[in-house]
């Protein structure tokens, strides 16, 4: 497919997303993403919140510096001069990557997403491995499924630190851009390919911190939380270590969440209950071409 407009039923246009589209898709995937957390929250789960304006900009950060990269791998559904729905991709070395997904509610379930999904399907159509992760959406679920990923239950960890429980970890230093090459390598090691420019935009995003010693090396990035935003590590021993610190940053009495953890990284379950956190699952890690990645937490959409 050309990066041209497709007409799909109902009027509705398929083509290339531009920079003026971001706001709108911006809110679009916000109301999306919301509408689906009150649809599908346990009950015993906090009440869904919108996405913060703060979380809106570092969206918009995020999906600029997509579009800029992988023009062609940014899609979105007009009606009537609205934007309807989006999916944003990008190609890192050999892996494909899906960023963002999103239908309007009400014109969810019509083909619509097909169409977003396949323009950016065909963005990777060269690589070698597909990574996203899937909300708990059964139609997203279905589109990944029908499109060859394979599915790997993703659990999160979510509570109160308990601070007596954490470790003294002497070999974290905090991380910089001269941790890229590192950081690079680390990321063809564990997921098979490096995030290269991405992680310009995570040092904006996050606090970076390192281990670099000769037993292991490994990063982290760590929200205002304390909660670790992505983790890749040499060894277990050493992603565990970078958790931890992670956690130790978190306020006393704040809820703080380890994210984007499958069966393959059972160090982090180990982790988050030793810190007294409970276990819960959301999602799934879709994988096309490749096994779990480990020691690894991905993060949400630069995976
Ligand atoms: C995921 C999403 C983008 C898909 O867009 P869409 O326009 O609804 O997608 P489509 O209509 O092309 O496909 C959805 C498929 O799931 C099916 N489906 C819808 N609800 C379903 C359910 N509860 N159970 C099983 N299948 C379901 C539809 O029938 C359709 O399958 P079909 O084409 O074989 O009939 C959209 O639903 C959405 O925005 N969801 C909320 C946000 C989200 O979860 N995004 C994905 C983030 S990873």
């Known amino acids: 497919m050309a990066a041209s407009a497709q007409e799909v039923p109902g009027g509705v246009i398929v083509r290339p997303a531009r920079e003026a589209d971001l706001e709108a898709?911006?809110?679009?995937?916000?109301?999306?993403?919301?509408?689906?957390?009150?649809?599908?929250r346990q009950r015993d789960w906090p009440d869904p919140e919108m996405r913060s304006p703060g979380?809106?900009?570092?969206?918009?950060?995020r999906t600029h510096h997509t579009l800029h990269t992988d023009p062609e791998g940014c899609w979105v559904a007009e009606a009537e001069g609205e934007i309807v729905g989006c999916a944003v991709s990008?190609?890192?070395?050999?892996?494909?990557?899906?960023?963002?997904?999103?239908?309007?509610?009400?014109?969810?379930g019509q083909g619509i997403g097909e169409q977003l999904l396949a323009a950016a399907l065909h963005h990777g159509r060269g690589c070698l491995r597909g990574m996203l992760?899937?909300?708990?959406?059964?139609?997203?679920?279905?589109?990944?499924?029908?499109?060859?990923?394979?599915?790997?239950?993703?659990?999160?960890?979510?509570?109160?630190?308990?601070?007596?429980a954490l470790p003294l970890v002497e070999r974290v230093r905090e991380g910089s851009a001269g941790d890229i090459d590192l950081m690079n390598s680390l990321d063809r090691r564990t997921r098979g390919a490096?995030?290269?420019s991405d992680h310009d935009v995570l040092l904006e995003q996050f606090r970076l911190i390192v281990i670099d010693q000769p037993g292991g090396q490994g990063y982290a990035y760590v929200d205002e939380t304390g909660a670790p935003a992505l983790v890749a590590a040499s060894t277990r021993r050493t992603a565990a270590?970078?958790?931890w610190e992670a956690l130790a940053s978190t306020r006393p009495g704040s809820t703080v969440s380890v994210s984007h953890v499958t069966a393959a990284n059972e160090w982090a379950v180990d982790v988050g209950m030793a810190a007294r956190l409970s276990l819960?699952?959301?999602g799934y890690?879709?994988?096309?071409?490749?096994?779990?990645?480990?020691?690894?937490?991905?993060?949400?959409?630069?995976?």
């Open 90 to 108: 990008r190609v890192r070395e050999l892996m494909w990557i899906l960023a963002s997904f999103a239908v309007a509610p009400g014109l969810q």
């Open 241 to 243: 270590d970078l958790v």
């Open 285 to 303: 890690l879709c994988l096309r071409g490749m096994k779990p990645p480990t020691p690894y937490l991905h993060h949400g959409s630069l995976l």
């Open 25 to 40: 898709m911006s809110r679009l995937t916000a109301r999306s993403y919301h509408e689906l957390d009150v649809r599908t």
């Open 194 to 196: 490096a995030h290269l």
């Open 55 to 61: 979380r809106s900009n570092h969206w918009i950060r």
């Open 133 to 164: 992760a899937a909300s708990a959406d059964p139609g997203a679920v279905r589109r990944y499924r029908l499109a060859g990923f394979s599915l790997h239950p993703q659990m999160f960890l979510t509570g109160v630190v308990n601070r007596d």
């Open 280 to 282: 819960h699952q959301s």
